[in-house]
């Protein structure tokens, strides 16, 4: 018997394929993108008049939750609108944010859009858990932020003899004695005046409003800058591809980062221009601090879920332990979201068996291939065509190009949510850009089915990372680690390929906390040898493995906060590992502490 699935209105996604003499393809949706507004805030007022009692942000405080209004929204939008007009920031006096997603840091980055003051959610990484601080140094010299801050003073407080002492520090309830500061309250006393209602005419739609900080991939974080016309033409593709969002306000309950494209643009988009509610989850998707997400989807339901792939395994965890969590979980949720990396098989189709036994439907799971860049929706899969891997066509309003490289097609996109550039960086900016003026994503794309080219298009790994052996052989990293990843499961998070010039393919596994159960390792081992003698050649062969134990590092770029793992940067780091696994030994699967 199967399942149906749970009604939901979505957008059919059709375009129409050029191949050019270069061998280069072009595709170009049919379908026209929609109006939007010249700003994001423009929405924020419309649902303070409109439904001005709805919540837009909770989070939760003690044991209850605390709610701000759309109209108590507005009213603190202006207040601090008018605060940041009184101090003259601007575009040469940014504000950065150091600390993480809650409600005072929302209404700040509102009222930032507001008026037309950039500001810059930086990772709480680079204040919290970095030794060095290299990171945080480089993006406050950079940005020459007139104002910075931080939701706890004392939480943040090793991190304020890094900030330049120039710069305004304005902190939350919880003061330090580190250096001179403002209350947070201070700025939400101010009254406003004319003064902010015509600074709010003069923003546009290519108004500096937003600077996202990479993780720093290839070297230091890099400032991609975010307009109105990003954000808010980026509102647009997602209603085309996913209507149902706007027939009744969407509900999130949402940890992912805001200094992150998917949290930050995407997410706190979709609740602003819909009139939806944003639960702030102070969760997180590790074993040790789901149990607070799990906590707040017990209370919260919501109509539509946004995570990365670590997330829906804890999820899918806890749901099955717990029948009440499920219950409510899927009581109105109409579809499910991924993005960040592949989802395992296992767990999309643990997902669907769960939903089924609880609601007797599936709920859709839908994906796409996006960057900070983009702002970050640009790729869309079909509801017709999803699975693990798959990321479909391109939304209303943008185009993409496909051109040869080696192997693989490189995907590029032009369109209204593509950035100008990065943030007094005319050298990156430049090389992001190819001679049409499409942005460079780096990722490879290849047909679902080469005879049906309306269904779009899967993964085929970042180009940068693939290489060569010593025998001339390709390998591509992205499937092989995907790959990996789904046949080593439950035991493997992620896996890091190396063999760049040798004779063959060996790996780093970063580990689940199941490989150090009894008997895990000798599965593993029993795993990779089928694997190697399945394999159809080199590329895919892997002849032997290291556990890799020690927690990656975020100062050395090899991970970001939204628990990204970074190929090329953990290589580098971990040399004295991957020389180990290629000295002579008999065990196909090492340990490193």
């Not at 580190?178 to 939400?188: G, K, Q």
Request: one cysteine or more; a negative charge; aromatic letters at 8%.
């Amino acid at each position: 018997m199967i399942v149906p699935f749970r009604p939901v209105r979505l957008g059919s996604l059709e375009a129409d394929f050029e191949h050019r003499a270069d061998g280069s393809l072009v595709v170009t949706p049919r379908a026209r993108l929609g109006p939007y507004p010249r700003s994001l805030t423009e929405r924020l007022e419309h649902w303070a008049r409109a439904a001005p009692d709805r919540t837009l942000f909770a989070r939760r405080e003690g044991g209850a939750w605390r709610h701000v209004t759309y109209a108590q929204a507005w009213g603190a939008v202006r207040a601090l609108g008018q605060a940041l007009l009184d101090r003259g920031l601007d575009a040469d006096r940014p504000v950065a944010v150091l600390s993480g997603n809650d409600i005072e840091h929302g209404l700040l980055g509102l009222a930032c859009l507001h008026v037309g003051v950039p500001y810059a959610p930086i990772s709480t990484a680079y204040s919290l858990v970095s030794t060095d601080f290299s990171k945080l140094r480089h993006i406050l010299g950079q940005l020459r932020p007139g104002l910075i801050f931080a939701a706890d003073g004392e939480a943040y407080a090793r991190a304020f003899p890094v900030l330049p002492p120039d710069a305004e520090l304005v902190v939350g309830d919880r003061l330090s004695n580190a250096r001179p500061m403002t209350s947070f309250a201070d700025l939400l006393a101010t009254p406003p005046t004319e003064a902010v209602e015509q600074a709010a005419a003069r923003v546009g739609p290519d108004t500096i409003v937003k600077l996202l900080y990479t993780s720093g991939s290839t070297g230091l974080p890099k400032g991609v800058i975010n307009t109105q016309r990003m954000l808010c033409s980026n509102q647009a593709m997602l209603l085309a591809c996913y209507p149902f969002l706007a027939e009744e306000p969407p509900v999130l309950l949402d940890w992912l980062p805001w200094n992150h494209t998917f949290g930050g643009n995407h997410n706190i988009g979709i609740v602003v221009h819909n009139g939806g509610s944003l639960y702030i989850d102070d969760g997180r998707p590790t074993a040790e601090l789901f149990a607070e997400t799990a906590r707040n989807l017990r209370e919260i339901a919501p109509s539509v879920y946004f995570n990365v792939p670590k997330g829906y395994e804890e999820l899918l965890t806890a749901l099955r332990a717990d029948a009440g969590l499920a219950r409510n979980f899927f009581s109105r949720v109409r579809m499910l979201f991924y993005a960040g990396a592949s989802l395992a098989p296992h767990v999309w189709q643990g997902l669907e068996e769960v939903a089924a036994e609880t609601i007797g439907e599936r709920i859709m799971m839908m994906t796409g291939l996006g960057a900070t860049e983009t702002a970050p929706f640009a790729i869309a899969t079909r509801p017709d065509c999803t699975g693990p891997g798959i990321v479909g066509l391109p939304a209303p309003g943008v185009v993409l190009k496909l051109v040869p490289n080696g192997e693989k097609l490189e995907a590029r996109v032009k369109g209204p949510n593509i950035t100008p550039g990065y943030w007094r960086d005319g050298e990156k900016t430049r090389a992001a850009f190819d001679d049409e003026g499409f942005y460079q994503f780096g990722d490879a794309l290849a047909f679902v089915d080469a005879s049906r080219p309306e269904l779009g298009f899967r993964f085929d790994g970042r180009v940068s990372e693939d290489f060569k052996l010593a025998t001339g052989t390709w390998v591509s990293v992205g499937p092989l680690r995907a790959h990996l990843i789904r046949e080593l499961a439950p035991y493997a998070r992620d896996v890091v390929v190396a063999g760049a010039d040798r004779d063959d393919v060996r790996v780093l596994i970063i580990p689940d906390a199941s490989a150090r159960a009894p008997g895990a390792k000798a599965e593993i081992a029993t795993r990779l040898r089928a694997l190697a003698e399945a394999a159809t050649g080199s590329s895919r062969r892997v002849v032997r493995a290291v556990l890799l134990w020690s927690p990656l590092s975020i100062d050395a770029g090899e991970v970001t906060d939204k628990g990204s793992v970074n190929q090329r940067a953990v290589l580098v780091a971990r040399r004295g590992v991957v020389e180990s696994l290629y000295a002579e030994g008999t065990e196909i699967v090492m340990e490193v502490e």
